[in-house]
Nanobody
Framework: QVQLVESGGGLVQPGGSLRLSCAAS????????MSWFRQAPGKEREFVAG????????KYADSVKGRFTISRDNAKNTVFLQMNSLKPEDTAVYYC?????????????????WGQGTQVTVSS
C-alpha cells in the first residue's frame, strides 16, 4: 500500500535550519508531483512547497520563498524540504503529500495520499 513517512522535524532556534525528508513507497514515485503542507495550531493546513514529478518545476508559498527549498531524489523515492532562516511562525506540523496529477497545485483536495506529519518548532 501507499506509504509516506516524514522525518527530520524537531526544535530549532530562530534563524536555524532543518531538513525534512519524506520516504515514499507502494507506488511509482517518479510519476507523481509531491508537495509539503503545514498546519499550525488553530489554523488550516496550508501549502508550503511542491515539486513536479521530475523535480524540474517547483512552487513555493510566498511566506517561504527564498528560505525553503524542495527537492526530490527519484532513485531513492524521497522528497526533501530544506528550511533555512526559520522563524517562530514556521512552527507547525509538516506533511508531505502525493498529488493526483502530474503538476504542482496548491489545493489540498488535489492530493490523495498524506504522511503522518512531523513537528517543527521554532523557538528560543
Amino acid at each position: 500500500q501507499v506509504q509516506l513517512v516524514e522525518s527530520g522535524g524537531g526544535l530549532v532556534q530562530p534563524g536555524g535550519s532543518l531538513r525534512l525528508s519524506c520516504a515514499a513507497s507502494g507506488f511509482t514515485f517518479s510519476s507523481y508531483a509531491m508537495s509539503w503542507f503545514r498546519q499550525a495550531p488553530g489554523k488550516e493546513r496550508e501549502f508550503v512547497a511542491g515539486a513536479s514529478s521530475s523535480g524540474g518545476v517547483t512552487k513555493y508559498a510566498d511566506s517561504v520563498k527564498g528560505r525553503f527549498t524542495i527537492s526530490r531524489d527519484n532513485a531513492k523515492n524521497t522528497v526533501f524540504l530544506q528550511m533555512n532562516s526559520l522563524k517562530p511562525e514556521d512552527t507547525a506540523v509538516y506533511y508531505c503529500a502525493r498529488s493526483r496529477i502530474v503538476g504542482v497545485l496548491t489545493t489540498m483536495t488535489m492530493y490523495d495520499q498524506w504522511g503522518q506529519g512531523t513537528q517543527v518548532t521554532v523557538s528560543s
